[in-house]
């Protein structure tokens, strides 16, 4: 089946410090990406859509400048994190949709721990 | 987004099947209803979706109320790798997130 990738699994940074996470459609070709992100014991919470060679969609209260998103090809999406500061702490999903299928895959995550 | 509503927590036996429910009364034409799992620390994993008609798949079986205003996902026979968070989302066909909710906190009991 599909598969998604997700790196890395976890990173802790100093405050100030910029984090990029990567999200790869390991055997299929993705043109929309979507970037979650999830604190303890709550839901996920979609943070923007991806889609392959344009600007990504932010959903409201998500800072753009904040969380760099970038979908250069039709199997990579990268979320970076600018100035990470000790609130920024969560767990970060991405997911692809397969182009004209109905259901997503998601990644294993990446806990983010800013000190 | 039309809204789903969930029990918070369920729980059930191993070996024995479990009907998680979901209401959607909002629920519009183009909706479709989808079905995704937790497990801890990890990302979602697809179970199931459909649009009118119930359906059935290797991991669950989904029925959908007739007048489409509610649903009940359907795991036949729980194991102890069933125990998860179960998202209900409903997806415009026309739209390309899902937006999830609070789910449902399935446990099961040895």
């Known amino acids: 089946g599909a598969v998604v990738s997700q790196h890395p699994s976890w990173v802790i940074c100093k405050s100030g410090t910029s984090v990029k996470i990567e999200c790869r459609s390991l055997?299929?070709?993705?043109?929309?990406m979507f970037w979650y992100r999830q604190f303890p014991k709550q839901s996920l919470m979609l943070m923007a859509t991806?889609?392959?060679?344009?600007?990504?969609?932010?959903e409201q209260g998500v800072e753009k400048d904040k969380f760099l998103i970038n979908h250069a090809s039709l199997t990579l999406s990268t979320l970076t994190v600018t100035s990470a500061h000790p609130e920024d702490s969560s767990f970060y999903i991405c997911?692809?949709?397969?182009?004209?299928?109905?259901?997503?895959?998601f990644g294993s995550g990446t806990q983010l721990s800013v000190l | 987004d039309a809204k789903t509503t969930q029990p918070n927590s369920m729980e059930s036996n191993e070996e024995e099947p479990v009907h998680l429910p979901c209401n959607h009364s909002?629920?519009?034409?183009?909706?479709?209803i989808h079905w995704y799992r937790q497990l801890p620390s990890q990302g979602p994993e697809y179970v199931i979706h459909?649009?009118?008609s119930n359906v059935n798949n290797r991991m669950a079986s989904l029925a959908i109320a007739e007048d489409r205003k509610s649903s009940t996902l359907i795991l036949h026979r729980a194991t102890l790798r069933d125990a998860a968070v179960y998202y209900c989302?409903?997806?415009?066909?026309?739209?390309?997130?899902?937006?999830f909710g609070q789910g449902t906190r399935l446990t099961i009991n040895p």
């Open positions: 997911s692809a949709r397969l182009t004209g299928a109905e259901k997503l895959f």
């Open positions: 055997d299929f070709q993705a043109t929309t």
């Open positions: 991806s889609n392959e060679g344009s600007k990504a969609t932010y």
């Open positions: 909002t629920i519009s034409g183009t909706d479709y």
């Open positions: 459909g649009l009118t």
């Open positions: 989302i409903l997806r415009d066909w026309g739209a390309q997130k899902l937006v």
